[in-house]
């Protein structure tokens, strides 16, 4: 295009479009300043700092939309009142405005600005300059993980960002747990809220195709958060899906990887050798003679200690098996991933529409995930003025089958098979009530979850009053689930059947004026929004058991013997079906002084139907302030210094109460059966006390941060510091079970925690063809229980600690307050009354010959000391490499896991089978470090391993190559990369078992809860992954 | 902004009409019936183990009572808790009859059955800890500070509401429903709570008026579904598959607990695995692991079978050579109760690959080369896990649930078997007599308390005694005879504060580790870290 034909090429467009949407009148008035005005014509260059010329830089006449843009020399001309302002923006430089003071030629020098300052980051409700956030807000670099084989965005998000804790998830398509900065809640919610494209999200992050995703912004301080009221307190991460954008060509963009996984550590289950040779020390007495029972008993003959179905009928011979159940139960996990898009614009319109194929098998035979994912992103302009659009999604997600129980594989006997010599599988193998793990392989498993996400959104720029924006956003989350299941070994071999259907539905609908005025050197945006949320959820479970046949499988339940219809054993309040609203209220202010000085100031009010009676809403104020200190005039010289920000906020956040907690529930139950062939007579039972008072929690924090570039814009960084005090916290506190309950939900007590984090980024090398960046993290919290309920019971002048729930005063609320051990009994060894040979010896701290409750002291605490992770990425020519460590420490004694095992010998233990790496004591092994108790007797307190839990990861590493330009013209391509990559590579840690990590969720004591995947029975491996794939775009 | 709960009610609207009220007190019987039978393998079965009649047979020796008996144990925790739930849902009906809509009528009735389960509730706590905390209206706000009352204090308030119970509620003949709570069960547990109070003429009066109901008899004939199988009698009648409940003619049973096979509320589960705890596992754990038990290393006995030779027994609660052999040592051949099919001590071998197939193998007189689990060479009359003698009480021979049988040979259960299916006595008459006899006993008056437990013995042809007979251990003997496993032993010893005398006399399992300490159990520790308002003191002995 020809230099002066910028300005009249724009000014018909501007014509045309007024005409065609009815403004011409507007545009006239608008445009008639600029026509009208004495006019000059001005020519220049644009340059950088090392005078080297920014092309398609836009030069605009300010207050007007006229401008031009500069050639690849730099250069433009255009026509300018004489005593305009041009503004002159280009993308990775500070803006400048020049004024043209009748000047026919202005040159000018653009600073460069470290990207992720002109980023624009979502803060809620909005965007902003990432220069002009007074909060802590930080984007996740998704560039840095785009090639690993991450099925599930939480994955991408693992040590990325300093505060934002993330763990792993050993399922397929499984969601790690995420938290941000310490943990400031003892029992209520602990997760981040996460909002999609501005509405918030209850689903699973499983159902989002991480391809969609265009970018991730977390808010951690409460000045940021607060805006999320009475939600917020755990943090909010934004999550914006991709879409086109206006006057963009038809970009078609193809993504596709494929990835092998195996697991990081070599455990496995005794081969038939070993687990012969342990029954040797589970049987020590009888297989060992002596006192000190070590020297081989030559009679013993291990098939007489053995189950009788591992014997022969003269309980003579072991049975010749040696079958491998774990070999059997897993094979090498395979990740196909196809993501294909396209995207545009014209005038008028823009879209991006998606599809993505995932198909998951895992490490576990029948760990399966598949999705597909569809995403219509649409925007129309029907009045310059007013932009109406739909983001939406569908995910499909398939999980059906029923994965062996890893359990079940782990202590499977190897003397056992499972399958009997015509191939029918054994249902018991060892005729007790322990099934044969590979009985799944015959069930009908349906498991299926249907997503749906639409907002569609109103944006107006409300004509005559500049800078006015009135959007509306109408959100809509839709979720079906179903699983279906059908057995003929279950229900005591009788066969059992049930279908689970659930539905879920929430819309969100947002009112957001925004009002954005310059005048002189102030710059306001003010916001306000009123908005409501509804949530409903429904599920049905229909069971039968007792088939004479399961030919219909579960489409036929009606033919059970026995039925049940919402069977709530465990009295849980809202199984079967829930509702819930909330209505708030926000009102916030960005003001911003000659570019320099920066204030935000927010207040929200929210109502929610969970609330207790007496505390229906409640209000979250925030202040924060910032200082732009490199554009400041005595910054000027300060040539080290590129951009320096100080910016400090006081926020006040909630962690809002879980619905129906604070009422009196009474659940009702199949009580009791009169008479003989009698019905079910119902009963209802009272399951919690009432709280007329209980309230949010509400936590109080200051953040200080400092945002940085420094030495020729090579070092870029932040550092925050925070200290939040939360009050009123949710806690179930423990009451005498004289009572009739074991707790109140009620709102105690004051914890406080202050954190440390740091993020730098240095370009080591920065040369045309070889680039060299890497990235250090680092961030740190402690947690201390200020005070819990206030009362000094005992009269010793000091509150007291709530004992028996673990939680004391001074201390982290992860804190451990265990037995000691001092490891194990020996045979010879004077042993406290209630511990049999071969138990965990534990310290007797009071001396008094009895290990009792006054035993038990401080041992460590479960959270990490500090987290920190590396990143680098070295791009020569086409070629990029990037690796990526992540790292959680405990310090002196944080971090610690339960890892404790021990072998109970019992009819069930003595059939099962072992991990080959538990080191259990026997009088051969002395120095065994896990209890083994063969007196039949349980240990009075058997005692806990707390163990370390620190580790480091090489967690992702990438090679990628980029198709050069010569080649891509010659097949018309936009670019194409290929790459290969690899997970969880090498983990360095003392942890014993399958990773340090991760959490599993195991049945214990008619619960489940998350342990450590250490050397658990139940324990599933972590996988390392490799993965090759490729991105193209046309 | 207000909250209504759409898949569970609040206790706001909870406790308006009688149907709400009997939902309340169907839950009761739930409560009682989970912590007394079915609640799991264990817990039920912690009011037989560690008394004088049973052990532990898997556990070590000597036992583990310092362990097992602690602050600390997970054991003393479960009882105080589930104990103090139904005493907490009893006084939520009590407190709520005055803002009901129930008719005069009904809040008498339905303060009678809340009073009767609260008295229920207390009187075990009191047995097992001596004074406990007594809560006697329903809890509205949280109470940190509890203290213990007397176990006199308690006493009387289990009097005064048994004594309530007894002026209202029904009739054992008017009662609408097998199962129900009746004035004679609260005269019955009236006479027991006397007893413990040392109230004997009281106690005398109270049994007198469970004893002398018309409506009420030892049975004495054979009776019930399967009355004309023999070898039985009508000891062995009372303990088979639907024969407790009156409506099958049965004038003894006081209060039956109900277990109904595959009904949503029934407990008794065909489907699952005894590990789902949705049963009463008196089969599984009371008859021995038979199938362990080999002679000359080949099998003796097919398993599981529904035969004499129990079931699917796994041996954990094996009786005490005391329970075996001591008590029916004075008659063992005309007491009914003694006979092979009640007590079984000979088992006929049911494996044709078997050379003693067909015959009996005597738990007092075993064949060379007997071994049991994990190969131990047995010795006869001694217990081991794979062998010895069982009360047939436990099972129904023969007449398990249809569902049950795997069809692999003649009778052969499946692996889930293992529940105890048929009705459970928690109060009968010929307890009732044993109450008024050690009343009688109390008063002074041996000859009324002899005459009280001839009744019991003539009907099961046991030989009469005299009053010079007559003993408080002789009629704990006599308990153990009549009631065995079929008592909660727990309660009896620990009421009579004879806990530490009987197992020293009688359970050389328990004895070299008992302490007199344990005629009390310990108040759970967490309970007392919990009422962190007050001090609960602990009993005596422990830390």
């Known amino acids: 295009m020809k230099k002066s034909a910028c300005l009249k090429t724009m000014m018909q467009r501007l014509v045309s479009q007024s005409m065609k949407s009815g403004t011409l009148f507007l545009s006239l008035i608008f445009s008639s300043a600029v026509l009208f005005a004495q006019n000059i014509t001005v020519r220049g260059k644009v340059v950088k700092d090392d005078d080297q010329p920014v092309p398609g830089a836009s030069v605009v006449v300010k207050g007007t939309t006229s401008g031009t843009i500069c050639n690849e020399a730099g250069e433009f001309q255009l026509s300018a009142p004489a005593k305009s302002i041009l503004v002159i923006t280009a993308t990775d430089y500070a803006a400048k405005e020049v004024p043209v003071n009748n000047q026919n030629t202005l040159n000018v020098k653009l600073t460069t600005l470290d990207r992720s300052l002109g980023e624009v980051v979502v803060v809620g409700y909005g965007t902003q300059k990432k220069i002009d956030v007074t909060g802590s807000v930080s984007r996740v670099n998704l560039e840095a993980m785009g090639n690993a084989p991450n099925t599930n965005i939480g994955q991408f998000l693992q040590g990325t960002v300093p505060g934002l804790n993330v763990g792993l998830s050993t399922f397929a398509g499984g969601t790690p747990p995420i938290s941000i900065r310490g943990q400031n809640t003892i029992n209520g919610s602990q997760n981040a809220l996460i909002i999609i494209d501005g509405v918030q999200y209850t689903g699973s992050l499983s159902s989002i195709n991480p391809d969609d995703i265009s970018s991730i912004d977390v808010l951690k301080d409460a000045s940021s958060t607060a805006i999320y009221g009475a939600q917020a307190a755990n943090g909010v991460i934004l999550i914006t899906s991709k879409k086109g954008r206006y006057n963009q060509k038809p970009r078609i963009s193809f993504s596709t990887a494929y990835t092998t996984q195996n697991p990081t550590v070599d455990l496995r289950p005794l081969n038939r050798q070993e687990y012969l040779e342990q029954f040797k020390d589970a049987f020590y007495t009888q297989a060992f003679m002596g006192t000190d029972y070590t020297q081989p008993n030559p009679a013993f003959n291990v098939a007489s200690v053995m189950d009788p179905t591992m014997v022969n009928s003269t309980r003579t011979e072991v049975l010749p098996n040696d079958f491998d159940w774990w070999d059997a139960g897993v094979k090498t996990g395979t990740i196909l991933e196809n993501t294909l898009s396209f995207s545009g614009g014209g005038d008028r319109v823009t879209y991006l529409l998606s599809g993505g194929l995932v198909d998951q098998k895992g490490y576990i035979i029948n760990d399966k995930f598949k999705r597909k994912s569809i995403r219509a992103n649409l925007e129309a302009k029907p009045l310059n003025w007013w932009k109406v659009g739909l983001v939406s999604s569908g995910s499909f997600v398939n999980q059906d089958g029923a994965e062996p129980s890893i359990g079940n594989l782990t202590i499977a006997s190897p003397v056992l098979v499972p399958f009997d010599s015509t191939g029918n599988v054994i249902p018991f193998p060892t005729n007790t009530v322990v099934p044969n793990p590979f009985n799944t392989y015959y069930v009908d498993d349906y498991d299926r979850h249907q997503y749906y996400f639409a907002n569609i959104y109103s944006d107006l720029d409300i004509p005559f009053i500049k800078g006015l924006n009135y959007r509306i956003n109408f959100g809509n989350n839709f979720r079906t689930d179903q699983h279906y299941f059908a057995s003929r070994f279950d229900g005591g071999l009788q066969g059992r059947a049930y279908k689970e259907n659930q539905t879920y539905y929430d819309y969100t609908f947002d009112n957001i004026v925004t009002y954005t005025r310059k005048f002189g050197r102030h710059d306001i945006t003010a916001t306000g929004v009123y908005g409501a949320i509804e949530r409903k959820f429904s599920r049905t479970f229909a069971e039968g058991i007792g088939f004479t046949r399961l030919n219909l499988s579960y489409n036929d339940i009606g033919s059970a013997t026995t039925k049940n219809i919402n069977p709530n054993p465990n009295n849980i309040p809202g199984l079967y079906a829930w509702e819930e609203a909330l209505d708030y209220q926000m009102g916030r202010l960005n003001y911003k002084f000659d570019d320099k000085y920066l204030l935000t100031a927010t207040v929200r009010r929210d109502g929610f139907s969970g609330f207790a009676q007496n505390y229906k809403s409640a209000v979250f104020p925030t202040v924060a302030l910032g200082w732009i200190i490199s554009s400041e005039k005595f910054m000027a010289n300060v040539n080290a210094v590129n951009f320096l920000k100080l910016r400090a906020g006081y926020g006040v956040s909630g962690n809002q109460t879980q619905r129906y907690q604070s009422l009196s529930r009474v659940t009702t139950n199949s009580s009791y059966v009169f008479g003989d062939g009698g019905g079910t007579a119902f009963g209802q039972q009272v399951g919690s006390l009432e709280n007329p008072n209980l309230k949010w929690e509400r936590t109080k924090g200051i953040n200080v941060g400092v945002d940085f570039t420094l030495l020729k814009n090579r070092l870029t960084g932040n550092l925050e510091y925070y200290n939040n005090n939360t009050n009123d916290l949710l806690f179930n506190v423990a009451i005498p079970s004289a009572t009739g309950f074991l707790e109140i939900a009620d709102n105690i007590g004051k914890i406080h925690n202050q954190g440390f984090e740091a993020g730098l980024t240095y370009k080591i090398i920065d040369k045309k063809n070889f680039t060299w960046s890497s990235t250090f993290n680092f961030w740190t919290n402690t947690n201390e229980i200020k005070t819990l309920t206030g009362v000094d019971a005992n009269g010793d002048g000091i509150e007291d600690d709530l004992v028996s729930s673990g939680l004391f005063i001074g201390k982290s609320i992860q804190t451990i307050f265990d037995y000691k051990l001092d490891g194990i009994y020996q045979l010879n060894d004077t042993r406290l009354p209630g511990f049999p040979i071969g138990s965990n010896r534990i310290v007797d701290l009071d001396k008094n010959n009895d290990i009792t409750a006054a035993d038990r002291m401080f041992l460590g605490r479960r959270e990490p000391a500090y987290q920190m992770s590396w990143y680098n990425s070295l791009t020569y020519k086409n070629i990029t490499l990037s690796f990526f460590f992540n790292s959680k420490q405990g310090g002196k004694d944080g971090y610690l896991g339960d890892n404790t095992r021990e072998y109970f010998r019992e009819d069930n233990s003595v059939r099962n089978n072992e991990l080959n790496e538990v080191d259990f004591w026997s009088p051969r092994n002395p120095g065994g470090k896990y209890p083994r108790n063969i007196s039949g007797g349980r240990t009075k307190i058997a005692g806990t391993n707390w163990e370390s839990r620190s580790f480091v990861r090489l967690q992702d590493v990438s090679l990628s190559y980029s198709f050069s330009s010569k080649i891509l013209e010659k097949i018309k391509a936009n670019a194409i990369s290929i790459y290969v990559s690899g997970k969880n590579l090498a983990t360095w840690t003392d942890w014993e078992g399958w990773d340090p990590e991760a959490l599993v969720p195991v049945f214990r004591n008619n619960r489940t809860i998350d342990m450590p995947d250490g050397l658990l029975l139940d324990g599933r491996p972590a996988l390392r992954a490799i993965t090759v794939g490729a991105h193209i775009t046309f | ?543």
């Open chain 2, 1 to 543: 902004m207000d909250e209504t709960p759409i898949d569970f009610l609040s206790s706001k609207n909870a406790f308006q009409t009688a149907a709400d009220f009997n939902a309340s007190v169907n839950n009761l019987y739930r409560l009682v019936r989970a912590e007394f039978y079915t609640e799991n393998d264990n817990n039920p079965m912690e009011y037989q183990y560690r008394t004088d009649i049973a052990f532990y047979v898997p556990a070590a020796f000597p036992a583990n009572l310092s362990g097992e008996i602690s602050p600390t144990s997970g054991i003393m925790e479960r009882h105080w808790r589930a104990l103090y739930k139904i005493v907490s849902e009893a006084n939520t009906i009590i407190s709520r009859i005055p803002a009901s809509q129930l008719s005069e009528s009904d809040q008498t009735l339905f303060e009678a059955r809340g009073r009767f389960f609260r008295a229920f509730a207390y009187r075990a706590l009191a047995y097992i800890w001596g004074g406990v905390p007594l809560v006697t209206a329903e809890v509205t706000e949280p109470k940190v500070d509890y203290v213990r009352a007397s176990r006199k204090e308690v006493y009387t308030q289990v009097i005064e509401d048994l004594t309530f119970a007894v002026t209202n509620l029904p009739g054992i003949t008017t009662v609408k429903l097998d199962g129900e709570i009746s004035n004679l069960a609260a005269q019955h547990l009236l006479a027991e709570i006397y007893l413990a109070d040392g109230q004997f003429q009281n106690a005398i009066t109270a049994a007198t008026a469970v004893i002398d109901d018309p409506a009420t008899d030892l049975m004495k004939l054979r009776f019930g579904t399967r009355k004309n199988e023999n070898p039985g009698d009508v000891y062995w009648d009372l303990f088979r598959r639907g024969n407790q409940n009156r409506k099958g003619g049965n004038t003894e049973a006081i209060w039956v607990i109900q277990i109904e096979a595959d009904v949503p509320g029934g407990a008794a589960t065909t489907a699952t695995s005894f590990a789902s705890g949705d049963g009463f596992s008196l089969e599984r754990v009371h008859a021995p692991l038979i199938r362990d038990l080999t002679i000359n290393n080949i099998s003796a006995f097919r398993w599981p079978t529904s035969d004499y030779t129990g079931g699917r027994g796994v041996g954990f609660w094996a009786p005490s050579k005391w329970f075996i052999d001591s008590v029916y040592a004075s008659d063992p051949v005309n007491d009914i109760r003694n006979a092979n099919h009640n007590f079984v001590r000979k088992f006929k071998s049911n494996n044709p690959a078997s050379p003693y197939y067909n015959t009996e193998i005597d738990f007092h007189n075993l064949p060379a080369g007997t071994k049991g689990t994990s190969g131990a060479v047995l010795t006869s009359g001694v217990p081991s896990r794979a062998f010895y003698p069982y009360q047939t009480k436990c099972t129904d021979p023969g007449n398990h649930p249809a569902n049950l049988y795997s069809g692999a040979y003649p009778m052969a259960l499946k692996g889930g078997a293992g529940f105890t299916y048929q009705d459970q006595y928690l109060i009968r008459l010929a307890e009732t007599y044993l109450l008024r006899a050690e009343a009688y006993l109390g008063a002074g008056n041996a000859a009324a308390a002899a005459d009280d437990i001839n009744v019991v013995r003539s009907r099961s042809g046991a030989a009469s005694i005299t009053s010079a007979d007559v003993s408080i251990d002789y009629i704990l003997d006599e308990r153990i005879r009549e009631l065995g496993t079929e008592e909660k032993r727990l309660l009896t010893l620990m009421r009579l504060g004879k806990w530490y005398d009987r197992i020293v006399k009688c359970n050389p399992f328990y004895a070299s580790a008992a302490d007199p300490k344990y005629n009390l159990w310990p108040i759970p520790q967490s309970e007392i870290e919990r009422n962190r308002g007050a001090k609960l003191e602990q009993n005596t002995g422990y830390q």
